[in-house]
């Protein structure tokens, strides 16, 4: 099996034996953020610590690219979406594929690999693929 | 602190295309020197100088100003994305306004067609960035936009492609423009998709120019005025930054666009309707739609009824990209926000020929940079500057 990262530090934890994403919650404003960022976007308090976010989001907007965007080959579709407490954010639907989906449409939050990166190993002095895992959405029902 | 008042004394701008004998340095210094030229100064009077530009190496502002004979002066490189050029007329007006000058030289440059020699095939997805890490791109988060102008104000892609079609219109009468045929709505729809809804012909072309501005004080275009341009005063110079929260926004309303729009009235004291015209960001054809409202061009909601109106257009109420925008005169990234000033100049000194707005007295130029993320925007700098033909 092939080495794996997170796409980004800090954003996907380990909740009851599966996988949720984190966001940031400010023990001062009481305001909840996502991505993790390092002071509170709100009140620019440090007292941050790191909580589950819920596996449902809702679609603002949803459109198809069909064109490559490396290491993404087309057609894939990105959704920005509404989580709870007004976390507004982007993501992946499906992970490839052309997905017909509207405003206010549901969808639940999965995880999987987004792409593969290599790397040159110093120790074994040889290249190793490394799976990048993240989040995408699927339809809900 | 006393602020002075700043005033135009040159411009210059190369023909805005695709050059692969040019370097974005090559393409600084013939803007460069002839907006010294146009100032109808010697380089060696400037005081201060700044460079924008996005790609490439460090330093290129000295590589070009040096070849001006402009040296042991201060000069800054700024990359401010798309708002460079405007970023680089800010801190020049800054420097005069504030007392640290008397005249100074802001250019913009960029070869894309250089840059692109390194790139790979493909849309371009912004790395640092969380969005574009998914696939996010700049046309992509356009489409978010589109998406929301149909879902909100029920626009059409007949409305949407308002802008492209205006603007290549209008891009006839510009001799340095890189594309000089109208187009019509059907050529526009039966062009390639890159991101649904958006084809290829409502996205901005890539391109390679220079454009650059002398400013100076009151005193100094008194004595040295020598080819007796019109008084064109910088009525206000505005660089503005979204933050994290803007990504909380709907991407159907660009704060950073109204922030930035009403520091600039406030500065220039004037209402927008005083306006006459104005060149602004439109690197997809319905970014420009989404900008009317920000920037009070229309009331709020109304942008569709106005785009179906033509009111943007070149004989219209309130001409819109009169030099043919981004999407037909080009796109050289931080050359643009230097070429919207020299633009907003050559209308006010009657000077546009073929697309000469009549009677133009204050105009506006803006420029929109910007790094996705979070799928809205937040990375986001606006640069504006607000030119007024003083009698």
């Known amino acids: 099996m092939n080495k794996q990262r997170y796409f980004e530090k800090e954003i996907i934890g380990e909740k009851d034996g599966s996988l949720a994403l984190m966001g940031r919650l400010c023990d001062e404003c009481g305001k909840k953020s996502f991505p993790p960022i390092e002071l509170c976007p709100y009140c620019a308090s440090d007292k941050l610590q790191n909580v589950f976010l819920e596996d449902e989001v809702t679609v603002l907007a949803a459109t198809t690219t069909r064109a490559p965007v490396p290491p993404y080959d087309p057609p894939f579709t990105l959704a920005i979406v509404d989580m709870e407490d007004g976390i507004r954010t982007i993501g992946r639907v499906e992970k490839n594929k052309d997905v017909k989906i509207k405003k206010g449409d549901k969808l639940a939050v999965k995880f999987g690999k987004l792409f593969e990166e290599t790397e040159f190993n110093k120790k074994t002095k040889s290249k190793e693929t490394i799976d990048v895992i993240g989040y995408y959405f699927v339809p809900k029902g | ?391």
């Open chain 2, 1 to 391: 602190m006393i602020m002075r008042d700043v005033y135009v004394l040159g411009i210059g701008q190369t023909k805005f295309g695709v050059f692969e004998e040019y370097t974005g340095v090559d393409l600084g210094v013939m803007a460069s020197v002839e907006a010294v030229k146009d100032a109808g100064i010697s380089a060696k009077e400037i005081q201060v100088a700044y460079g924008g530009y996005c790609r490439g190496p460090s330093t290129q502002a000295q590589m070009a100003f040096m070849r001006l004979g402009i040296g042991s002066i201060p000069i800054a490189n700024l990359n401010n994305a798309c708002a460079s050029g405007n970023t680089a007329v800010d801190m020049l007006y800054r420097d005069i306004a504030g007392g640290f000058c008397e005249v100074g030289l802001a250019a913009g440059f960029e070869s894309l067609t250089q840059a692109s020699k390194e790139g790979r095939k493909g849309l371009l997805a912004i790395k640092e960035d969380f969005g574009g890490m998914m696939g996010l791109t700049m046309p992509g988060f356009f489409s978010f936009v589109y998406q929301r102008l149909i879902d909100e104000r029920g626009a059409t892609m007949e409305d949407l492609c308002y802008p492209a079609i205006k603007n290549h219109y209008n891009a006839q009468f510009n001799p340095l423009a890189q594309y000089n045929k109208p187009l019509t709505y059907e050529q526009i729809m039966e062009s390639r998709v890159v991101v649904d809804p958006i084809t290829v012909l409502q996205c901005c072309p890539q391109s390679d120019g220079g454009a650059a501005v002398v400013l100076c004080s009151e005193a100094y275009f008194k004595k040295h005025n020598v080819n007796n341009h019109l008084k064109i005063r910088v009525a206000a110079s505005v660089v503005h930054s979204s933050g994290w929260l803007s990504t909380q926004k709907d991407p159907l309303f660009s704060q950073v666009n109204r922030e930035a729009t009403d520091k600039a009235y406030n500065m220039a004291g004037i209402d927008p309707k005083d306006l006459d015209f104005a060149e602004i960001h439109d690197a997809f054809s319905g970014e420009e739609v989404s900008a009317y409202e920000p920037m009070r061009f229309c009331p709020e909601g109304e942008c569709i009824k106005y785009v179906r109106e033509k009111y943007f257009d070149l004989n219209g109420k309130f001409p819109i990209n009169t030099s043919g925008g981004l999407l037909s005169l080009g796109h050289p990234l931080g050359a643009s926000g230097a070429r919207v000033n020299c633009e907003v100049v050559r209308q006010l000194r009657n000077q546009a020929g073929g697309y000469q707005v009549e009677g133009a007295r204050l105009g506006l130029a803006q420029m929109l940079g910007s790094v996705l993320f979070g799928g809205n925007e937040s990375a986001v700098v606006c640069g504006i500057q607000i030119l007024e033909k003083v009698e």
